[in-house]
């Protein structure tokens, strides 16, 4: 029961973040100069196209009454119409989000390989220069943003090296018998291996670009839990047993340690989403991320309104689900 009110009162205030973010990116990106309309028609367009085009689009409105049209469509499920491709918002925003997903989830997954292999290294080895070294590469991870890995990456597997794609989301070429947009998760599902492998091909490097910063912070975390964990009477305890060191730190200390981090990792999953933007666009990956730099760029005012509710809807619920699990898996609060 007192989990049902938890998720109902978590509920409630993420209906009340998406209503505030709503109308902070409604009123902003109206305020800010600049006429949409203007950059729809040719030179020659006269006043009276402009208020044509800015009566059907709701823009010769007051801004109350666009947020008021625009939030009862919005309860309806329609989102609006986008001003540049004139397609319904919510099929485009949802017609990219399983590349961003697909993304975002592969570059988690070796973030968390790599930063977990990195921590437990460095416990293995504390105390010796090899700890140190470790300290010396996550550093380095972590001071380089993601799009400057993204172009070293281009540079060294794309051009001198070129071993995976660097442009696109799978091959042009390739037969596509797919009846979603989860390319990555359907090509398995229907055994071709050969158009995972592609679809690999073409995510590797921009995962792998916004893994390596993430990995760097999972990384320091976690070693820094394992290094208390390592300290406490029950992992004494076990070495009394006469249990080996790789068994104390996997079996022994691992569980306790990895709590914190795995409220991390949700977090930092959110932000991965939304820093896929500027590794979407270095790529030329089709994404949510490539979509939303061409709707700032065109002023696509009802099409930023859908990409930016979205982002906030998933980080909303990520974090809701990170509660709960870490929740679910602390015993603390478990009995509490």
Known sequence: MQLLQTIFLRLITTAVTL?????????????????????????????????????????????????????????????GTSITTRQPVLGLVLGRLPATLELAIMALVMAVLIGGVMALTGTRLRGTRSEGAIDVANGMALSIPDFLWGLVL???????????????????????????????????????????????SHMFLPALALAIPLSAVIGQLLKQSLKETMHL????????????????????????AILPTLTLIGVQFTFLIGGTVIIERLFS??????LAIDAVINRDLPLIQGIVILFAAIFTVVNLVVDLLYATLNPRLRHA
């Open 19 to 79: 209503f505030g973010v709503a109308v902070i990116v409604f009123v902003v990106i109206r305020i800010v100069p600049g006429n949409p309309i203007a950059m729809m028609l040719p030179p020659g367009a006269t006043e009276a196209d402009i208020a044509r085009l800015s009566a059907l689009y709701g823009l010769d409105k007051s801004i109350p009454e666009q947020f008021a049209i625009w939030s009862g469509g919005v309860l309806r499920g329609d989102f």
């Open 154 to 200: 281009i540079l060294a597997f794309g051009v001198l090296l070129p071993v995976f794609h660097i442009s696109g989301r799978i091959t042009p070429s390739l037969q596509l018998p797919f009846s979603t947009n989860f390319y990555l998760f359907e090509s398995l599902v229907r055994l071709r291996f050969d158009l995972w492998a592609d679809i690999v």
């Open 233 to 256: 009477d029950y992992v004494t305890l076990s070495r009394t047993k006469g249990y080996g060191e790789n068994h104390v730190i996997l079996h022994e200390a691992l569980p306790n």
């Open 285 to 290: 990956y089709e994404g949510l991320g490539n």
